[in-house]
């Protein structure tokens, strides 16, 4: 019996997939965001931290599905 059978669990995984990328990848933008600021480079941090959110993200979905396997 797999741990995805009950249709609120599916939900849930789901759920938690979407928002743990959103929050990664705005927390890298806004990050970015600060740090173009700081030094007058814009858009180059908020590019990178950009890449970075995505990443971290990426890494962080693989996990929480690795969990569920």
Do not use: E, H
Request: hydrophobic share 50%; aromatic share 12%; proline share 3%.
């Amino acid at each position: 019996m797999s741990k995805l059978d009950n249709p609120w669990q599916a939900f849930t995984l789901i759920s938690l997939i979407g928002v743990d990328m959103a929050v990664c990848v705005i927390s890298g933008v806004m990050l970015g965001r600060y740090i173009d600021r700081l030094l007058n480079t814009s858009p180059w941090f908020l590019m990178i931290g950009l890449l970075i959110g995505l990443g971290i993200g990426v890494y962080s979905v693989y996990r929480i599905i690795r969990s569920y396997l």
